[in-house]
């Protein structure tokens, strides 16, 4: 198919998908219409819509100023907010549909932050030139009658049917402006697939240090949105091989140095990358924010516990604990929330406990304090360690798989067999206390935790037996 096929195709798709629209498009225009205003959608939306993917968020711009716009809204939508309005932004929700209508901008940046000092324009043209990307520099007018002329003064359009991520004016002065755009350039590379230009490329690796000025927030959302895109891997290998990582997650690029002693054919870094892949080819559903984290950042220890062995051999003993602390150190940074933080850090710690069981050979105490330390992270460590498998020996390979499916069969008889997701002692607390005569204190936590931990060892006891083993363990103390 040629391109103006593939033109004429694509806007084709993309007046059907705004047609689907026209309740709330239509209705929109024509209150923008009787009161004078121009009403264009614009960005993202007109990119989605385009690429067949178009959503219930849909962004706007008009030529009417904020205080404006609020009074129009106030009689069309459901409901409305102002959070934006600052930056020029209503945002309402009309039915399942939610939109935000910008007034025209022609701002101008201190090249300091990233904030800009907001200045309202008076035409389409000097609103769509300061966007970030040309892919989402499109724009359709929006009329009585729902969507009408498509508008691509910056010629978007080419750039989204190459697949490349190019800027509407230098690269240089746009990521001056807004240094994030780097980290969007990046984003969008993992969200749609396509590739930046080259200028855009060395534009970034020129000026990666820039990304300094963004605040943590704002790069972990962007971060976040990066490895939740259908294409993370090759969004990695940009930031990487830009320098824009070395800036925002060093300990990536820092993998790449690091020889896996068990994957001689490939060093950690694409290793970790295979691991990410097969993780995501792992999930159930929607991508999961945690397990991508921790399949990417599981080695991340390696380098700092390589030791090279006599005879030639590579060691990394206790990578999993030093990897874990790493993780936290790094995520803490990045402003994570203390949820995602422990959970991705824990499964770092614990994705390497499973080749000791070689061929079965946990016992049942072992088995419970595996699934006991995974908790609700159970699942994901599932998922982590068949994905950590990436050597090329099919023999070895299947043997790693056949582990862990008999793992996983003797986790799941003892589960039914002891409630394994909800192991407690087998006296409580009140109980403790009644025995041994004790107040409420330390005494009574020590001797919870020492149940605890001969329930893991031996499995449900009887009442009688649990009271004569603390009764044993308290003569000693």
Request: proline share 5%; net charge negative.
């Amino acid at each position: 198919m040629t391109d103006p096929e593939r033109r004429t195709r694509l806007l084709a798709g993309a007046a059907v998908t705004l047609r689907g629209l026209s309740d709330v498009l239509g209705s929109l225009g024509a209150v923008f219409a009787e009161a004078g205003h121009e009403l264009y959608l614009v960005g993202g939306s007109v990119r989605d819509a385009v690429l067949g993917r178009l959503g219930g968020d849909l962004d706007f711009t008009t030529d009417a100023r904020p205080d404006q716009v609020t009074a129009l809204m106030a009689s069309w939508a459901d409901a409305q907010w102002d959070t934006g309005i600052a930056f020029g932004t209503v945002s309402a929700r009309k039915g399942d549909a939610t939109v935000e209508i910008t007034t025209f901008r022609a701002d101008s940046y201190d090249r300091v932050g990233r904030n800009p000092e907001v200045v309202f324009g008076d035409s389409l043209d000097d609103d769509l030139v300061r966007r970030d990307f040309t892919i989402n520099a499109m724009a359709v007018r929006i009329g009585p009658d729902g969507a009408a002329d498509f508008i691509d003064p910056l010629d978007g359009l080419t750039a989204l049917l190459a697949g490349v991520i190019d800027t509407p004016a230098t690269p240089q002065e746009s990521f001056n402006d807004d240094p994030l755009r780097m980290l969007r350039a990046v984003r969008f590379v993992s969200q749609l697939g396509f590739r930046v230009a080259p200028r855009v490329f060395d534009a970034i690796t020129a000026m990666s240090e820039q990304i300094d000025r963004i605040t943590a927030e704002r790069v972990r959302a962007e971060l976040d949105k990066m490895i939740l895109g259908e294409h993370p891997l090759e969004a990695i290998d940009v930031m990487v091989d830009t320098g824009l990582a070395e800036r925002v997650l060093p300990e990536v690029p820092g993998m790449k140095l690091t020889i896996d002693e068990h994957h001689q054919h490939k060093d950690v870094y694409q290793h970790s990358l295979t691991v990410l892949r097969q993780a995501v080819d792992l999930e159930d559903g929607d991508p999961d924010l945690v397990l991508r984290w921790a399949a990417l950042l599981h080695d991340i220890g390696k380098p700092a516990t390589r030791r090279h062995e006599p005879g030639g051999g590579v060691s990394f003993h206790h990578h999993e604990v030093v990897g874990a602390k790493m993780v936290r150190r790094r995520m803490r940074a990045l402003k994570y929330p203390k949820a995602v933080v422990d959970d991705v850090s824990q499964l770092v710690f614990l994705h390497l406990r499973f080749h000791g069981y070689g061929d079965g050979a946990w016992t049942d105490s072992a088995v419970r304090r595996y699934v006991t330390d995974a908790g609700p992270l159970l699942d994901r460590l599932h998922k982590l360690v068949r994905a950590d498998c990436t050597t090329r020996n099919r023999r070895r390979a299947r043997r790693l798989q056949e582990n862990y499916d008999h793992l996983e069969h003797r986790i799941a008889d003892l589960q039914a067999a002891e409630d394994l997701e909800r192991v407690r002692p087998d006296l409580d607390g009140n109980a403790i206390m009644e025995l041994l005569d004790l107040p409420p204190g330390p005494k009574v936590g020590q001797a919870w935790r020492y149940l605890k931990e001969l329930r893991l060892d031996r499995g449900p006891l009887s009442r009688d037996e649990a009271e004569e083993a603390l009764r044993e363990w308290w003569a000693q103390q």
